[in-house]
């Protein structure tokens, strides 16, 4: 007989197999629901993340993301806004009335992100920072966990398994990208792991296609083909004025390159029956 035991528990279908829903600020996620998260890169200053958050939420977006500690390949690049990110990021989002997603990249950093967060996420680079998956596991908040860029999809379930064992099973998976031998784009967007993970876990997959391609022009093909591949929310860079973006501006859409993907996911969301958290098209 086929060897079909699994390495992780809590977070397969086999232990559960009813799909994780759960809200957040009265947004549904996971289920038929499909979310739309959107935002800046970094919180860069008071106006940038106001400018952005208030052309997203009359899109209909009700979920907002900015980095406030952000994880830079080299130290001499901007680094995040720190807590005044945070403070900039949560006003924004309450006067749009919008929910908070930002990274919280040390556990000695989980109490204060709290503050100003719905939604914790954990970058790629902490995937397997076992200490962090641990002390988010203890907290009452959602978890975002970015795919590790070389992790394989069991040390990516076996990483949520963590965060299922301390007690928090309100998990989001992200697939950012890998890396692969391919340099033409930033990573490689595997979209075979989120069918795959769809078929072993009960928890919700988003796919960020803006960290996977590292090309705005491809962020739009890619948004389709990952809600086609059955993701269950995208999450994608939008800046006001991605050329002085501070942070990411090569990946950052235009916002007329985020109206043409909200119209045309809700166009393929009828064909494969999810439901967007956001209304059809508004024109602004
Ligand atoms: C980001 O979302 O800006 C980010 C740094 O993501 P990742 O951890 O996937 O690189
Ligand atoms: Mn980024």
Redesign the pocket.
Known sequence: MENTRKPYQLVSLDWKQERTVFSVKGVEIGGDNFNLIAGP?AVETEEQIHTIASYLSKKGVKIL?G?AY??RTSPYSFQGLKEEGLKYLKEAADRNNMAVIT?VMDTNLVDKVYEYTDIF?V???NMQNFQLLKALSKSDKPVML?RGWSSTIEEWLLAAEYLLLGGNSNVILCE?GIRTFENSTRNTLDLNAVGLVKTLSHLPVFV?P??ATGVRNIVHPMCLAAMAAGADGI?V?VHNQPQEALS?GVQSIYFDQFDKITEDIYSLSSLIGKRPDFAKSVKI
């Open positions: 890169c993301r980095g952000k994880p990274e996420q970058g790629t680079r970015k950012r960020d803006s960290q999450m860079e990411d």
